[in-house]
T-cell receptor, first 110, second 115 residues
Framework: KNEVEQSPQNLTAQEGEFITINCSYSVGISALHWLQQHPGGGIVSLFMLSSGKKKHGRLIATINIQEKHSSLHITASHPRDSAVYIC????????????FGTGTRLQVFP | DTGVSQDPRHKITKRGQNVTFRCDPISEHNRLYWYRQTLGQGPEFLTY????????KSRLLSDRFSAERPKGSFSTLEIQRTEQGDSAMYLC?????????????FGDGTRLSIL
Protein backbone atom coordinates (compact mmCIF):
# COMPACT_ATOMS: atom_id res chain seq x y z
CA LYS A 1 0.00 0.00 0.00
CA ASN A 2 1.36 3.41 -0.98
CA GLU A 3 1.93 5.92 1.79
CA VAL A 4 -0.12 8.50 -0.15
CA GLU A 5 -3.26 7.39 -1.95
CA GLN A 6 -5.42 9.53 -4.19
CA SER A 7 -8.91 8.98 -5.52
CA PRO A 8 -10.23 8.94 -8.08
CA GLN A 9 -7.40 8.18 -10.51
CA ASN A 10 -9.35 9.72 -13.38
CA LEU A 11 -12.18 12.20 -13.35
CA THR A 12 -14.22 13.77 -16.10
CA ALA A 13 -16.61 16.65 -15.58
CA GLN A 14 -18.77 19.10 -17.46
CA GLU A 15 -17.87 22.75 -17.27
CA GLY A 16 -19.39 24.32 -14.17
CA GLU A 17 -19.45 21.18 -12.05
CA PHE A 18 -18.13 21.03 -8.50
CA ILE A 19 -15.15 18.70 -8.27
CA THR A 20 -13.61 16.88 -5.32
CA ILE A 21 -10.31 15.01 -5.29
CA ASN A 22 -9.32 13.03 -2.23
CA CYS A 23 -5.98 12.20 -0.64
CA SER A 24 -5.30 9.81 2.22
CA TYR A 25 -1.92 9.23 3.83
CA SER A 26 -0.58 6.75 6.32
CA VAL A 27 2.48 8.54 7.76
CA GLY A 28 2.96 11.39 10.18
CA ILE A 29 3.28 14.65 8.31
CA SER A 30 4.44 18.20 8.82
CA ALA A 31 2.40 19.51 5.88
CA LEU A 32 0.41 18.37 2.87
CA HIS A 33 0.86 19.87 -0.59
CA TRP A 34 -1.52 20.01 -3.52
CA LEU A 35 0.19 20.38 -6.88
CA GLN A 36 -1.08 20.83 -10.43
CA GLN A 37 0.70 19.29 -13.41
CA HIS A 38 -0.21 20.28 -16.97
CA PRO A 39 0.38 18.04 -19.99
CA GLY A 40 3.73 19.70 -20.75
CA GLY A 41 5.04 18.40 -17.43
CA GLY A 42 5.56 21.51 -15.34
CA ILE A 43 4.27 21.37 -11.77
CA VAL A 44 2.71 24.29 -9.93
CA SER A 45 2.25 24.37 -6.19
CA LEU A 46 -1.39 25.14 -5.33
CA PHE A 47 -1.54 24.77 -1.56
CA MET A 48 0.55 23.80 1.42
CA LEU A 49 -1.45 23.15 4.56
CA SER A 50 -1.03 21.53 7.93
CA SER A 51 -4.50 22.17 9.38
CA GLY A 52 -7.95 23.45 8.52
CA LYS A 53 -8.78 24.93 5.17
CA LYS A 54 -7.28 27.21 2.53
CA LYS A 55 -8.96 28.94 -0.39
CA HIS A 56 -7.52 30.50 -3.52
CA GLY A 57 -9.94 31.64 -6.16
CA ARG A 58 -12.10 28.65 -7.15
CA LEU A 59 -9.84 26.17 -5.36
CA ILE A 60 -10.36 25.02 -1.78
CA ALA A 61 -8.15 22.59 0.13
CA THR A 62 -9.06 21.01 3.44
CA ILE A 63 -7.20 18.66 5.75
CA ASN A 64 -8.28 16.48 8.66
CA ILE A 65 -5.14 15.55 10.59
CA GLN A 66 -6.90 13.03 12.84
CA GLU A 67 -8.33 11.14 9.86
CA LYS A 68 -5.16 11.62 7.75
CA HIS A 69 -7.23 12.86 4.86
CA SER A 70 -7.29 15.90 2.61
CA SER A 71 -9.59 17.06 -0.15
CA LEU A 72 -9.12 19.47 -3.03
CA HIS A 73 -12.30 21.09 -4.31
CA ILE A 74 -12.76 23.03 -7.53
CA THR A 75 -15.88 25.14 -7.78
CA ALA A 76 -17.39 26.13 -11.14
CA SER A 77 -14.90 23.96 -13.04
CA HIS A 78 -13.55 25.14 -16.38
CA PRO A 79 -11.77 23.34 -19.24
CA ARG A 80 -8.54 25.13 -18.29
CA ASP A 81 -8.66 23.24 -14.97
CA SER A 82 -7.88 20.05 -16.94
CA ALA A 83 -4.62 18.74 -15.52
CA VAL A 84 -3.20 16.12 -13.17
CA TYR A 85 -3.60 17.03 -9.52
CA ILE A 86 -1.00 15.55 -7.20
CA CYS A 87 -1.08 15.26 -3.44
CA UNK A 88 2.27 15.16 -1.61
CA UNK A 89 3.21 15.03 2.06
CA UNK A 90 6.28 16.23 3.91
CA UNK A 91 7.45 14.08 6.81
CA UNK A 92 7.85 15.11 10.42
CA UNK A 93 11.64 14.71 10.40
CA UNK A 94 12.34 15.94 6.86
CA UNK A 95 9.49 18.23 5.93
CA UNK A 96 10.98 18.89 2.51
CA UNK A 97 11.40 15.24 1.48
CA UNK A 98 8.05 14.90 -0.24
CA UNK A 99 6.17 11.66 -0.78
CA PHE A 100 3.85 11.96 -3.75
CA GLY A 101 0.59 10.32 -4.67
CA THR A 102 0.12 9.03 -8.20
CA GLY A 103 -2.13 11.90 -9.17
CA THR A 104 -5.71 12.40 -10.32
CA ARG A 105 -6.20 13.17 -14.00
CA LEU A 106 -9.03 15.67 -14.43
CA GLN A 107 -10.66 16.50 -17.74
CA VAL A 108 -13.29 19.21 -17.86
CA PHE A 109 -15.37 19.37 -21.03
CA PRO A 110 -17.18 22.46 -22.31
CA ASP B 1 11.46 35.85 -10.30
CA THR B 2 12.03 33.93 -13.52
CA GLY B 3 11.12 30.57 -12.02
CA VAL B 4 13.01 27.30 -12.15
CA SER B 5 14.45 26.64 -15.57
CA GLN B 6 15.40 23.23 -16.96
CA ASP B 7 17.28 22.42 -20.14
CA PRO B 8 16.71 20.66 -22.43
CA ARG B 9 12.93 20.13 -22.38
CA HIS B 10 13.24 16.93 -24.34
CA LYS B 11 16.11 14.54 -24.93
CA ILE B 12 16.04 11.50 -27.19
CA THR B 13 19.09 9.31 -27.19
CA LYS B 14 20.22 5.79 -27.92
CA ARG B 15 20.75 3.26 -25.18
CA GLY B 16 24.29 3.39 -23.85
CA GLN B 17 24.82 7.10 -24.44
CA ASN B 18 25.51 9.62 -21.69
CA VAL B 19 23.13 12.52 -21.10
CA THR B 20 23.35 15.64 -18.96
CA PHE B 21 20.50 17.86 -17.81
CA ARG B 22 20.72 21.32 -16.32
CA CYS B 23 18.57 23.05 -13.72
CA ASP B 24 18.69 26.76 -12.85
CA PRO B 25 16.80 27.37 -9.60
CA ILE B 26 15.22 30.60 -8.48
CA SER B 27 18.18 32.83 -7.70
CA GLU B 28 17.73 33.27 -3.95
CA HIS B 29 16.83 29.62 -3.32
CA ASN B 30 19.54 27.62 -1.59
CA ARG B 31 17.81 24.23 -1.71
CA LEU B 32 17.57 22.21 -4.90
CA TYR B 33 15.89 18.86 -5.52
CA TRP B 34 15.89 16.37 -8.38
CA TYR B 35 12.93 14.04 -8.93
CA ARG B 36 12.11 11.37 -11.49
CA GLN B 37 8.60 10.76 -12.74
CA THR B 38 7.57 7.78 -14.87
CA LEU B 39 4.34 7.63 -16.82
CA GLY B 40 1.25 7.53 -14.66
CA GLN B 41 3.18 7.87 -11.43
CA GLY B 42 3.96 10.68 -9.04
CA PRO B 43 7.47 12.10 -8.82
CA GLU B 44 10.09 10.19 -6.79
CA PHE B 45 12.90 11.87 -4.89
CA LEU B 46 16.39 11.42 -6.35
CA THR B 47 18.73 13.83 -4.59
CA TYR B 48 18.91 17.08 -2.64
CA UNK B 49 21.40 19.95 -2.41
CA UNK B 50 21.70 22.67 0.16
CA UNK B 51 23.91 25.28 -1.45
CA UNK B 52 26.71 23.27 -3.10
CA UNK B 53 26.51 20.31 -0.71
CA UNK B 54 24.71 17.15 -1.84
CA UNK B 55 23.07 16.14 1.42
CA UNK B 56 20.99 13.16 0.37
CA LYS B 57 20.79 10.61 -2.43
CA SER B 58 17.99 8.13 -2.97
CA ARG B 59 18.71 4.43 -3.50
CA LEU B 60 17.03 5.04 -6.89
CA LEU B 61 20.16 6.94 -7.86
CA SER B 62 22.43 4.16 -9.12
CA ASP B 63 26.14 4.71 -9.68
CA ARG B 64 25.33 5.62 -13.30
CA PHE B 65 23.73 8.80 -12.01
CA SER B 66 25.66 11.77 -10.71
CA ALA B 67 24.49 15.22 -9.73
CA GLU B 68 26.49 18.36 -9.01
CA ARG B 69 25.87 21.90 -7.90
CA PRO B 70 29.40 23.29 -7.98
CA LYS B 71 28.79 26.92 -7.06
CA GLY B 72 25.54 26.53 -5.21
CA SER B 73 23.57 27.95 -8.13
CA PHE B 74 22.71 25.76 -11.14
CA SER B 75 22.81 21.97 -10.94
CA THR B 76 23.49 19.22 -13.44
CA LEU B 77 22.25 15.64 -13.47
CA GLU B 78 24.25 13.20 -15.59
CA ILE B 79 23.21 9.69 -16.53
CA GLN B 80 25.96 7.47 -17.94
CA ARG B 81 25.37 4.42 -20.13
CA THR B 82 21.64 5.09 -20.36
CA GLU B 83 19.21 2.17 -20.20
CA GLN B 84 15.60 1.81 -21.37
CA GLY B 85 14.41 2.09 -17.78
CA ASP B 86 15.88 5.58 -17.53
CA SER B 87 13.12 6.91 -19.79
CA ALA B 88 11.20 9.33 -17.59
CA MET B 89 10.55 12.97 -16.82
CA TYR B 90 13.33 14.47 -14.69
CA LEU B 91 12.06 17.33 -12.56
CA CYS B 92 14.02 19.92 -10.63
CA UNK B 93 12.64 22.00 -7.78
CA UNK B 94 14.02 24.67 -5.49
CA UNK B 95 13.00 26.25 -2.23
CA UNK B 96 13.99 29.25 -0.18
CA UNK B 97 16.27 29.35 2.88
CA UNK B 98 14.74 28.95 6.32
CA UNK B 99 12.70 26.12 7.71
CA UNK B 100 12.22 22.99 5.63
CA UNK B 101 8.45 23.30 5.62
CA UNK B 102 7.82 25.49 2.61
CA UNK B 103 6.63 25.20 -0.97
CA UNK B 104 8.93 23.82 -3.62
CA UNK B 105 8.99 25.55 -6.98
CA PHE B 106 9.24 23.15 -9.89
CA GLY B 107 10.67 23.50 -13.36
CA ASP B 108 8.95 22.19 -16.49
CA GLY B 109 11.11 19.08 -16.47
CA THR B 110 13.31 17.29 -18.99
CA ARG B 111 11.62 14.38 -20.73
CA LEU B 112 14.16 11.66 -21.54
CA SER B 113 13.41 8.99 -24.12
CA ILE B 114 15.83 6.11 -24.63
CA LEU B 115 15.63 4.38 -28.01
Amino acid sequence: KNEVEQSPQNLTAQEGEFITINCSYSVGISALHWLQQHPGGGIVSLFMLSSGKKKHGRLIATINIQEKHSSLHITASHPRDSAVYICAVGGTVRADKLIFGTGTRLQVFP
Amino acid sequence: DTGVSQDPRHKITKRGQNVTFRCDPISEHNRLYWYRQTLGQGPEFLTYFQNEAQLEKSRLLSDRFSAERPKGSFSTLEIQRTEQGDSAMYLCASSAPGNLNQPQHFGDGTRLSIL
